[in-house]
């Protein structure tokens, strides 16, 4: 028996609504996340901990002085190493902090009111977790500021079976939704993500349908629908 499109749709309707009733959560929108503005963020604060720990990356700069501008690891004992100044204690400080103890040592000895800037370009003690419907799910250090999306692109994008509207971030315990579709067509800022985030992009109970039964085809042909 061929098939028959009257029988078709109803059975496709009551896949579509059964989706619907077993997708993803409805839960608050994240702060800052809201459709009504387009700049939104996330409370004050960076992506991650605002303390130096070892294995950090910091980058240097020292106005007009590029000889002292670098990037620099902090090592296991929480130091790091400068021309003219050696060695610097950087564990436990923040990027302001560590700018004033360069700042001072340079200002004794070498140069006059010396304009030091630190940023923090990996922290490895700011990881955030990335599950569910993407490519690679894991556990990704952050790197400065990392918003929803760029962190589900560390885990190398959304894969066939995802929600693309409806992206739920853990936070302190508390469950926060991002209109993912939303950002990326600009209606709504891309939230920044914090160190001890989790993100999980949901699935679509149709697609893992059709994936389980092989397609279309075979999702219909035990119903007679296709011969």
Not at 143 to 169: S, Y
Not at 203 to 209: F, G, H, L, M, Q
Request: glycine residues 8%; proline residues 6%; charged residues 20%.
């Amino acid at each position: 028996m061929k098939m028959t499109w009257k029988l078709l749709f109803p059975f496709l309707a009551a896949m579509t609504l059964a989706a619907c009733s077993s997708g993803a959560p409805q839960h608050t929108a994240l702060p800052g996340s809201t459709v009504s503005t387009a700049s939104a963020s996330l409370p004050t604060g960076t992506s991650g901990s605002d303390r130096i720990a070892p294995q950090d990356l910091l980058e240097i700069d020292v106005f007009k002085v590029p000889d002292l501008s670098k990037e620099v690891r902090v090592d296991d004992n929480g130091n790091i190493t400068l021309a003219l100044i050696g060695t610097v204690r950087a564990q436990g400080l923040s990027a302001s902090q560590l700018e004033k103890q360069i700042a001072t040592r340079l200002e004794k000895d070498y140069m006059h009111n010396p304009q030091v800037n630190v940023i923090v370009r990996e922290s490895t003690a700011s990881k955030i977790t990335v599950s569910g419907a993407v490519n690679r799910p894991g556990v990704y250090p952050l790197a400065g500021d990392t918003t929803v999306t760029q962190a589900i692109a560390l885990a190398e994008g959304l894969n066939r079976l995802a929600v693309k509207d409806n992206v739920t971030v853990f936070r302190d315990g508390k469950p926060y939704t991002v209109p993912l579709e939303a950002v990326n067509q600009g209606k709504v800022a891309d939230p920044v993500v914090m160190a001890g985030d989790k993100i999980q992009v949901h699935t679509s109970a149709t697609k893992e349908a059709v994936q389980d039964y092989g397609g279309i085809g075979g999702l219909l042909s035990p119903f007679g629908l296709l011969r």
